[in-house]
DNA sequence: GCCGTTTTCGGCCCGACTGTTTTCAGTCG
C-alpha cells in the first residue's frame, strides 16, 4: 500500500468521524494524513515499518499509538477494522459528494441518511426532483445552489488539472523511451500545450520494433484496462480513469505527426489551408507537394515550409499566433526555468507544513534566489492569520535567518511579506503602519466572492490605489472545476494596476492558475507586470511553478514581462519604485 | 487522537459568511 493510499484512507477517516460529529479527531487523522503525504513516495511507510516497527511509524509527526496502530492495519491487509466499520456505516462515495463546493461532512450525512444518497449521480437526482429543499436546514436556494455546482462539475467532466496529469505523462514518456528501438516517445495534444485541463493523455513514438513500445504501453502498472491495441495505435484507461492514447509512426514523420497531435485543432486547420494556398497537403505523415514529402522529418521544417516562424506549443490556440508566425513577430516566450524567486509561500506560522527556514532550504535547493514569506493575515482566522504583532515577531525571525545566510555565505534571501486580506470594501485586514515594515506584501480576496461586478472591481482597485499593496494574489480567485471566478471587469483592474504600479500574479497552484492564460496576455499588453508564484504551503509545491510559467507562456508573456525573473537586488529596486509612485501619484 | 521551552492531562477548532432559521449549523481554507 502506498503513503497515497494511506493518508487516503486516514483523510475519509477524518471526514466519517467530522459526520458524527466527534471533536478533534477528524484535525488529528488530517494531520496524519498530510505528513504521510509529505514523505512523499520515496519514504513509503511499509518499509519504515518492515524495519523499525510501529515504533517507525510513530516517528511520523501527527502519528501516535491509535493512528499507527491502523496503518499497521493497512499495510498487512490493505485497511483497517474502523475504518471497514465506519464505510459501511456510510457507504457513499466520499470523494466524488465532496468534491462539490457547499456540500461538507454533514450535509453528506444528512444526504445519505434521510434520502440514501450516495453518489454524485444519486445527488443529482435528487436535487433535480426537489428533494433536496424538504430536508432540515435546506431551503431552494440550497438546492438550486447545489445544481449550479454539480453542472459545473460535470462540464469539466473527465478533464483533469495539467499540474495532476503533467508527472504522470512523463512517468510514461521515460518508460517508452527506455524500450529497445524507440527513437522518439513524446506527450503531444493538450498536455504538450500546457492547456490548464487535460482531457486525455497523447503520446507519440517512433521505433523500429512497434510491437515492443506497444507491449510496454498495456503492461504500464498504471493502466487498468486496454481499450484498443493494434500495430499504429493502442489505447488504454489508467487507473485513475484517464485515456491515454498511444501512436507509432515512422521516423521519417516525426515533425509533421508532432504537429498534427499537438493541435490545437482550430490552430491546425489554419495551417492545412496555409498549406493548400501553396499547392500542399498537410496530414500527420509529412507535407506533401502531389505525392512527394516537401517537409516532414522537424515541425520546424513543416512550420517553415509554409512559410511561419516556429510556433511554441503553448500558442497554438489559433488566436492570432499564426499571423504573427507569417509576420516574424512571435513573442521572445519567458523560458521554464526562469523565475529566480517566489513571491507566494506559506509558511507553518499559518496553514504551511514547514517553517520559514525549510521553505527558504527547499526553494535554495531547488535553484531559486529569493523567496517572500506571505502568510495569511488575521481575517482567515481559520488558518490562524497573523495580526499585527504575530507579524513583526515574524519579521524578526527572517532578519535573524537572512543574518544567517548571509554570514554563511549562502546566496539566498527572504523577503518579509503577507498574503493581506482585501476587505469587502477593498480596505485591508492589516494597518498600514504594519505594512510599511514589510518588504511586499501581497493583497488577495478570500471572501465576498459574489459582489456585483461594479463592487467587486472597486474593492479590488481600491486596495492596488494603498501605496503598500505591490501585488494582487490570485486576482480572480477561481479554483478550476469548483469555483468561478468573481465577477469583475479585468479590463479597468488592469488599467489600474498599470496606474499604481501593482503587479499582478500567476498563481500557479494547479486548481488556480490565476491570473490565466487569456488575462495575462491582456496585462501583457497593457505593459503591466507580473509575478509568478507557487503558493507553496509545503516544499514540493515549489515544482509548481513551471505550471505559472506555461500559464504565461500561453499568454505570451517574455521574461521582462515577470518581475520575479529578475535578481533579488532588480525586484527589490522595482519594488522601491513602484512604492514610490504610488505614494507619489493621485490620491482618490 | 496527538502533543509537550504552557508536558503526561488538558488543550486543540482561531472567525466570517450563507442560508436557514428566529438563534445557529455547516462550510470555507
Known amino acids: 500500500m502506498t503513503n497515497r493510499q494511506i493518508a487516503e484512507k486516514l483523510r475519509h477517516m477524518a471526514v466519517f468521524y467530522e459526520m458524527d460529529g466527534v471533536p478533534f479527531r477528524p484535525q488529528a487523522y488530517e494531520k496524519a494524513a498530510d505528513a504521510i503525504d509529505a514523505?512523499?513516495?520515496?519514504?513509503?511507510?511499509?518499509?519504515?515499518?518492515?524495519?523499525?516497527?510501529?515504533d517507525g511509524l510513530r516517528t511520523v509527526p501527527g502519528v501516535g499509538e491509535g493512528i499507527a496502530h491502523h496503518i499497521e492495519e493497512m499495510i498487512r491487509r490493505g485497511t483497517f477494522r474502523e475504518y471497514e466499520r465506519m464505510a459501511a456505516k456510510y457507504p457513499v462515495n466520499l470523494d466524488e459528494l465532496s468534491g462539490i463546493e457547499g456540500v461538507g461532512p454533514k450535509t453528506i450525512k444528512t444526504l445519505y441518511q434521510k434520502l440514501r444518497i450516495k453518489d454524485l449521480a444519486g445527488l443529482e437526482r435528487a436535487a433535480a426532483a426537489g428533494k433536496i429543499r424538504g430536508l432540515p436546514r435546506f431551503g431552494a436556494k440550497t438546492e438550486a445552489n447545489l445544481i449550479r455546482s454539480i453542472e459545473l462539475r460535470r462540464r469539466s467532466a473527465g478533464r483533469r488539472l495539467l499540474g495532476d496529469i503533467l508527472p504522470l505523462a512523463r512517468r510514461i514518456e521515460t518508460e517508452l523511451r527506455g524500450v529497445r528501438g524507440v527513437r522518439h516517445a513524446v506527450v503531444a495534444g493538450s498536455i504538450r500545450r500546457r492547456q490548464e485541463t487535460i482531457g486525455d493523455?497523447?503520446?507519440?513514438?517512433?521505433a523500429a520494433g512497434p510491437e515492443r513500445v506497444m507491449e510496454k504501453f498495456i503492461r504500464l502498472p498504471e493502466v487498468a484496462e486496454v481499450l484498443e491495441h493494434g500495430p499504429t495505435k493502442t489505447a488504454?484507461?489508467?487507473?485513475?480513469?484517464?485515456?491515454a492514447d498511444l501512436r507509432v509512426i515512422p521516423e521519417a514523420s516525426y515533425g509533421a505527426a508532432l504537429q498534427y497531435f499537438t493541435g490545437s485543432k482550430e490552430h491546425n486547420v489554419i495551417v492545412r489551408k496555409l498549406a493548400i494556398a501553396r499547392g500542399l497537403k498537410l496530414n500527420e505523415y509529412g507535407l506533401w507537394k502531389s505525392r512527394k514529402s516537401v517537409a516532414a522529418r522537424s515541425e520546424e521544417d513543416v512550420y517553415r515550409a509554409v512559410g511561419l516562424d516556429y510556433i511554441e506549443p503553448e500558442l497554438r490556440t489559433a488566436s492570432g499566433e499564426i499571423e504573427a508566425a507569417a509576420a516574424g513577430g512571435l513573442p521572445d516566450l519567458i523560458p521554464y526555468g526562469s523565475v529566480r524567486g517566489d513571491l507566494q509561500v506559506q509558511t507553518d506560522w499559518t496553514d504551511g507544513s514547514h517553517s520559514i527556514a525549510d521553505m527558504a532550504e527547499a526553494a535554495r535547493r531547488r535553484g531559486l534566489e529569493y523567496l517572500a514569506v506571505t502568510d495569511h493575515t488575521k481575517a482567515l482566522a481559520m488558518v490562524g492569520g497573523l495580526d499585527e504583532k504575530k507579524l513583526a515577531r515574524q519579521g524578526r525571525e527572517i532578519d535573524a535567518l537572512n543574518r544567517?545566510?548571509?554570514?554563511?555565505?549562502v546566496n539566498f534571501r527572504v523577503l518579509k511579506g503577507s498574503e493581506v486580506d482585501i476587505l469587502r470594501d477593498g480596505s485591508l485586514d492589516l494597518a498600514d503602519a504594519a505594512l510599511k515594515k514589510l518588504d511586499m506584501v501581497g493583497a488577495a480576496v478570500h471572501s465576498h466572492f459574489h459582489l456585483s461586478r461594479s463592487e467587486q472591481t472597486a474593492r479590488i482597485i481600491r486596495a492596488m490605489k494603498n501605496p503598500h499593496v505591490d501585488i494582487i494574489f490570485h486576482p480572480t480567485g477561481r479554483v478550476i472545476n469548483k469555483r468561478e471566478p468573481c465577477d469583475f471587469d479585468m479590463e479597468a483592474v488592469i488599467k489600474a494596476a498599470k496606474a499604481t504600479g501593482t503587479a499582478l500574479e500567476i498563481d500557479a497552484a494547479p486548481d488556480r492558475l490565476d491570473l490565466k492564460d487569456s488575462h495575462v496576455r491582456l496585462a501583457v499588453r497593457a505593459g503591466v507586470k507580473l509575478v509568478i508564484d507557487s503558493d507553496a504551503h509545503r516544499p514540493e509545491h515549489f515544482d509548481w511553478l513551471e505550471l505559472g510559467v506555461a500559464v504565461a507562456r500561453r499568454g505570451w508573456a517574455a521574461t521582462k514581462d515577470v518581475l520575479n525573473t529578475?535578481?533579488?537586488?532588480?525586484?527589490k529596486k522595482w519594488l522601491s519604485k513602484a512604492k514610490n509612485k504610488r505614494e507619489k501619484g493621485p490620491r482618490k
Open 39 to 54: 514523505l512523499g513516495p520515496d519514504e513509503p511507510l511499509d518499509r519504515l515499518f518492515a524495519a523499525k516497527g510501529r
Open 201 to 206: 493523455i497523447d503520446i507519440l513514438a517512433t
Open 236 to 243: 488504454v484507461r489508467l487507473d485513475n480513469g484517464v485515456q
Open 404 to 409: 544567517r545566510l548571509e554570514k554563511d555565505g
Open 566 to 571: 529578475g535578481s533579488y537586488r532588480d525586484l
